[in-house]
């Protein structure tokens, strides 16, 4: 009878994934052509092979974060409890995208921390700070680093918060995430070359996820810069709750089944002008609700 055992999905490419089994890493595939897997699941694996297996099944996902355009969704990871949301004072950082990942985030249950990388780039840290504050008011953490200037601090400022989670790391490109993961993980570079070379995707090494272990039991996921982030997997009563700004004023519309959009007496939109909801974020909530309207799952 062939071997089964259980192990973490810790990275993925394509339809072929590297899972961690018992310290071991293992390459494996699905049955058939399903590529339903992300990476941080824990999967049941059948070896077919000492360092080859079967992925059989799925172990119930405590999260999900993904992305999704009109026509198929793309995980980014299953099982995490934190998102780091990684933006820079120079290249100037997309609102939009930062915007949607709060709301991905919140829809599947994730806490979410803003890191503000490149502080020593004071031309354009207080116009940073100011884009950052719409965030910062509506409670969620805003942590500044300079991952190349201050090493030291910003590693004081971010490794404690990683302890007992399973935190992902999201940003454009250019935002400094890489530096912020090689001073978060000791040889990050030396486990990415050898999870490439395994995966056999050579010297592509940023176009996959990827996921570390900490020395704490901690872990840390990288995953590829991107440029959009499209929500079209949430739909309408999925998208109010899922704007953290939206909250206090749920429930307070006039009518029981209001869109927020244009209708009379709508709390929601009484909030936006009174200053209480950014016009950005109600703008971004239209723009969903659009979305949504298009999907052809």
């Given at each position: 009878?062939?071997?089964?055992?259980?192990?973490?999905?810790?990275?993925?490419?394509?339809?072929?994934?590297?899972a961690?089994?018992d310290?071991?890493h293992?390459?494996?595939?699905t049955?058939?052509?399903?590529?339903?897997?992300?990476?941080g699941d824990?999967?049941?694996?059948?070896?077919?092979?000492?360092?080859q297996a079967v992925?059989d099944?799925?172990q119930?996902r405590?999260?999900?974060?993904?992305?999704?355009?009109q026509?198929k969704?793309?995980?980014?990871?299953?099982?995490?409890?934190?998102?780091?949301i990684?933006?820079?004072?120079?290249?100037?950082?997309?609102?939009?995208?930062?915007?949607?990942a709060?709301v991905?985030?919140?829809?599947?249950?994730?806490?979410?921390?803003l890191?503000?990388?490149?502080?020593?780039?004071t031309?354009?840290l207080?116009?940073?700070r100011?884009?950052l504050k719409?965030?910062?008011?509506?409670?969620?953490?805003?942590?500044?680093?300079?991952?190349?200037?201050?090493?030291?601090?910003t590693?004081?400022?971010?490794?404690?918060?990683l302890?007992?989670q399973?935190?992902?790391?999201?940003?454009?490109?250019?935002?400094?995430?890489?530096?912020?993961?090689?001073l978060?993980?000791?040889?990050?570079?030396?486990?990415?070359?050898e999870?490439?070379a395994?995966?056999?995707?050579?010297?592509?090494?940023?176009t996959?996820?990827?996921l570390?272990h900490?020395?704490?039991?901690?872990?840390?996921?990288d995953s590829?810069?991107?440029q959009?982030?499209g929500l079209?997997h949430l739909?309408?009563?999925m998208?109010?709750?899922?704007?953290?700004d939206?909250?206090?004023?749920?429930g307070?519309c006039?009518?029981?089944?209001?869109?927020?959009?244009?209708?009379?007496?709508?709390?929601?939109?009484?909030?936006?002008?009174a200053?209480?909801?950014?016009?950005?974020?109600?703008e971004?909530?239209?723009q969903l609700?659009?979305?949504?309207a298009?999907?052809?799952?």
């Amino acid at each position: 009878m062939k071997q089964q055992k259980t192990g973490i999905v810790i990275a993925a490419h394509g339809r072929h994934y590297l899972a961690d089994v018992d310290g071991s890493h293992v390459q494996c595939v699905t049955r058939g052509k399903k590529t339903n897997v992300a990476v941080g699941d824990i999967v049941d694996v059948t070896f077919t092979s000492p360092d080859q297996a079967v992925i059989d099944k799925i172990q119930e996902r405590k999260t999900l974060l993904y992305r999704s355009d009109q026509y198929k969704s793309k995980l980014l990871a299953a099982n995490v409890t934190q998102l780091f949301i990684v933006v820079a004072t120079e290249p100037s950082f997309s609102d939009d995208l930062v915007s949607r990942a709060t709301v991905a985030a919140e829809a599947a249950g994730i806490a979410v921390r803003l890191v503000l990388n490149k502080v020593d780039v004071t031309a354009n840290l207080e116009q940073a700070r100011t884009r950052l504050k719409v965030y910062a008011a509506m409670g969620y953490p805003v942590h500044e680093v300079s991952a190349k200037e201050r090493p030291d601090d910003t590693v004081a400022e971010l490794a404690p918060l990683l302890d007992g989670q399973s935190t992902i790391l999201i940003g454009q490109s250019g935002m400094g995430k890489s530096s912020l993961i090689n001073l978060l993980v000791p040889d990050a570079d030396i486990a990415t070359r050898e999870i490439s070379a395994k995966l056999d995707t050579g010297k592509h090494t940023t176009t996959f996820t990827r996921l570390y272990h900490l020395s704490s039991g901690a872990s840390v996921i990288d995953s590829p810069g991107f440029q959009e982030f499209g929500l079209y997997h949430l739909s309408e009563g999925m998208l109010e709750r899922a704007f953290r700004d939206f909250a206090p004023y749920l429930g307070g519309c006039k009518y029981y089944n209001c869109r927020h959009l244009a209708e009379p007496q709508c709390a929601i939109l009484d909030a936006v002008g009174a200053g209480k909801i950014a016009p950005m974020r109600h703008e971004l909530y239209g723009q969903l609700l659009h979305e949504s309207a298009q999907t052809l799952y």
